[in-house]
């Protein structure tokens, strides 16, 4: 069944006779790992660099909003709603290779996840919701599309 994964590990218990105590396995789990399909986790919170957080006012396309942020305008709007498009357009074609090729080597959804992301993204810009006018926003609406839109771990990942 794409989409579904489960993983059981007994414990050995307090009393239980074993090689390695259950908080060991537990440490062990918890090791840092660099195995190239295991993603790095942080052992720390990230730290936010304020000197990259907002675009520079002398850039042409910036312009200030209301409530005082900045808001940083495509070059060609309707070439950046076009390419936000076309993306979602070919993954949407791609689900079905996508599928195939993660029911080989993982648990068969990546490419239905993909596929609904890139329908609710595609829904956005085809009502307007996302252009080139704020590209900020379109980010920030795009992560809002994948975290409602995708399941399991890439909706998270992604938004």
Not at 9 to 18: D, I, R, T, V
Not at 82 to 111: F, H, M, P, V
Not at 139 to 148: K, L, N, P, S, T
Not at 152 to 158: D, N, P, Q, R
Request: one cysteine or more.
């Amino acid at each position: 069944m794409p989409g579904f994964s489960l993983t059981l590990l007994l414990l050995p218990g307090a009393n239980e006779k074993s090689p390695v105590s259950a908080q060991k396995i537990i440490e062990l789990l918890d090791d840092p790992c660099d195995a190239p399909g295991w993603s790095w986790q942080a052992r720390a919170p990230p730290v936010f660099d304020q000197s990259h957080s907002t675009p520079s006012t002398d850039t042409p396309t910036a312009a200030t909003t209301s409530s005082g942020g900045t808001k940083l305008a495509a070059v060609d709007n309707s070439a950046f709603a076009a390419a936000i498009k076309n993306a979602c357009q070919a993954l949407i074609a791609a689900e079905g290779e996508i599928t195939r090729l993660d029911s080989i080597a993982g648990d068969g959804d990546c490419g239905l996840t993909l596929r609904s992301g890139a329908q609710g993204v595609l829904e956005l810009v085809e009502k307007g919701e996302i252009d080139g006018s704020d590209v900020v926003q379109a980010v920030i609406r795009i992560a809002q599309a994948c975290e409602a839109k995708m399941d399991g771990t890439s909706g998270a990942l992604y938004s």
